[in-house]
């Protein structure tokens, strides 16, 4: 690339500036097929390094400026990482405190982040009914914002200001960088607020555009079963308050080994070395593009980094010892 074809930016008054317009990326050795184009946002490259620092911006930014946030408040979360390491970043960033709620299997370099960034961190230890800690941590946030003066709770599952953040930031994004048609909007779920927020944007333009969650084998939000899951920020153990069934065409249930599989296809052909969750994108796109009868744009988001993973989908002893590691994807409507 010669010298003069380079993109510059403005400069920004703070770190939270630079969250949003993120780049995108064709997945051509990935996905080599010639009648299909996949099309990836590259959501690590947000400053705290994943997708949630949009919806971290926004709440906060829209609190402060209607008056619901106010500085010298603290800001309480449950929390697997991601959403916990942005809240902390932006709420640092505006005179707001912040209260991680996290349990064991928060990794040790997500908790060292939170630290970092300046977040009480808050470890739940007790499985809830359903054998995980989401149930539990929630319940932890709300005790916590009962008993602490000048504390609110972010609640990203039942927080309209969540999909929000997507339609309004990487929706409009996306619409910006792709000229022509969309035919399908593939992206992995926890809150089901980034697949729902750039759908509901990307619709407006391409009515006629398909919607395809990856949800991790075990999560309950579409009414499967609820089973152990190991990689963190993917899949949940409660349906969100702001899931709308309407939203969303079908879904496509990965294995947490395909997911591993995934990370590393996507590092070895493409060199992006991304999260768990982008894995599992990776390998739904590979089931879609299988049963594809014309040709097809697909557009996905990639949610966080690698590293933040290095001990999980990197790590082959732990894909070793996961169960049925190569476990055919349920397909069910939602």
Not at 83 to 88: C, K, T, V
Not at 214 to 235: E, K, L
Request: with cysteine; aromatic share 6%.
């Amino acid at each position: 690339m010669r010298p003069e074809t380079w993109r510059f930016a403005v400069i920004h008054d703070s770190v939270i500036g630079c969250v949003g317009s993120t780049p995108m990326v064709r997945l051509s050795r990935c996905f080599p097929e010639p009648d299909v184009e996949v099309l990836a946002k590259l959501e690590m490259l947000n400053p705290g390094g994943s997708m949630k620092d949009r919806p971290a911006r926004f709440i906060i930014e829209q609190g402060l400026a209607d008056g619901t946030l106010r500085p010298g408040m603290r800001l309480v979360e449950s929390t697997s990482g991601n959403l916990g390491i942005a809240l902390a970043m932006a709420a640092g960033l505006h005179g707001l405190s912040f209260t991680a709620v996290v349990d064991p299997k928060t990794s040790p370099t997500n908790l060292r982040l939170l630290e970092l960034f300046g977040a009480d961190v808050e470890m739940v230890t007790e499985r809830d009914a359903a054998g995980g800690y989401l149930h539990s941590r929630v319940q932890r946030a709300s005790e916590l914002v009962a008993s602490l003066p000048n504390a609110t709770q972010i609640n990203q599952y039942a927080n309209d200001l969540n999909w929000r953040s997507y339609h309004e930031t990487a929706g409009e994004e996306i619409l910006d960088a792709v000229e022509g048609p969309i035919d399908y909007l593939v992206a992995a779920v926890s809150t089901t607020g980034s697949i729902q927020g750039i759908a509901r944007r990307l619709r407006k333009d391409h009515p006629n555009l398909k919607v395809i969650a990856v949800d991790a084998v075990g999560s309950v939000i579409f009414g499967t079963p609820s089973a152990p899951r190991q990689i963190p920020g993917f899949g949940a153990s409660r349906v969100p308050e702001i899931y709308d069934p309407e939203e969303i065409d079908d879904v496509l249930h990965v294995a947490d080994a395909e997911s591993a599989a995934g990370c590393r296809r996507l590092l070895a052909t493409e060199k992006v070395f991304a999260g768990g969750s982008s894995g599992a994108v990776i390998a739904g796109i590979e089931h879609l593009v299988s049963r594809l009868e014309g040709p097809a744009r697909i557009v996905t988001v990639l949610p966080d980094r690698g590293e933040r993973y290095l001990d999980l989908v990197y790590d082959d002893e732990w894909v070793a010892n996961l169960p049925d590691p190569w476990q055919e994807p349920e397909v069910v409507s939602p």
